[in-house]
């Protein structure tokens, strides 16, 4: 079974700054997708970036960019000049791209609370 | 608005008592997906729904819960004789069937257990 791990429970950040969430994964598989959630207080969990295992230039959007570093297993995200609303809960996630069965779910990671201070 | 709804949002119950959680999806989505998360944790998966079969269901889903998609559209999530290990916020998240894995997701519907 594939795991997620997340082990920077909180983080904070000067608005404006840059900063590095962490992800490492682990998996037999060769072919995955990588996601990073976000989820604001109370409000619904929504996409942020993802990353196809196959593909190796790092994804980017707008201020969100990733390192995917497959044989290390490690997806980290990278979040530039920092704002208010990027204050939430960061979750990574991991679907394997065999098209059956559970493969089809979402695996996540514990989460890591973003603070952004002004 | 055509996004995930999920209700009642916030439901508390005497232990032992039945409860029962609906999803409706975004209109045009096969996938349905329920998972459960609780404070300081990731989701997981509970249940998904491709069109109206089950195909899947965690080992979390105890004989207590039961999940219902009547008509490939809502979906109900029921949980009988409701323990307070079963407090949690329980996420509703649907997609198109071929998609690379994104989720829609719901805000959820927070379950307390006295």
């Known amino acids: 079974a594939q795991t997620v791990t997340q082990s920077q429970p909180e983080m904070s950040v000067q608005e404006a700054e840059t900063v590095t969430l962490s992800c490492t994964y682990d998996t037999s598989e060769s072919d995955y997708y990588l996601f990073w959630y976000k989820q604001p207080p109370s409000r619904q969990m929504i996409l942020v970036i993802r990353q196809e295992a196959y593909k190796q230039q790092n994804a980017t959007e707008n201020r969100f960019s990733v390192n995917f570093q497959k044989a290390a297993k490690s997806f980290s995200l990278k979040i530039s000049d920092s704002q208010l609303g990027d204050a939430a809960m960061y979750f990574c996630?991991?679907?394997?791209?065999?098209?059956?069965?559970?493969?089809?779910?979402?695996?996540f990671g514990s989460g890591t609370q973003l603070t952004v201070l002004p | 608005d055509t996004g995930v709804s999920q209700d009642p949002r916030h439901k508390i119950t005497k232990r032992g008592q039945n409860v029962t959680f609906r999803c409706d999806p975004i209109?045009?989505?096969?996938?349905l997906y329920w998972y459960r998360q609780t404070l300081g944790q990731g989701p997981e998966f509970l249940t998904y729904?491709?069109?109206?079969?089950?195909?899947?269901k965690s080992r979390l889903l105890s004989d207590r819960f039961s999940a219902e998609r009547p008509k490939g559209s809502f979906s109900t999530l029921e949980i009988q004789r409701t323990e307070q290990g079963d407090s949690a916020m329980y996420l509703c998240?649907?997609?198109?069937?071929?998609?690379?894995?994104?989720?829609?997701f719901g805000e959820g519907s927070r379950l307390t257990v006295l």
């Open positions: 209109s045009e989505h096969n996938r």
């Open positions: 996630a991991y679907r394997s791209a065999v098209a059956s069965g559970s493969a089809r779910q979402l695996t």
């Open positions: 998240a649907s997609s198109l069937l071929k998609n690379t894995g994104e989720l829609f």
């Open positions: 729904f491709q069109n109206e079969a089950q195909l899947e």
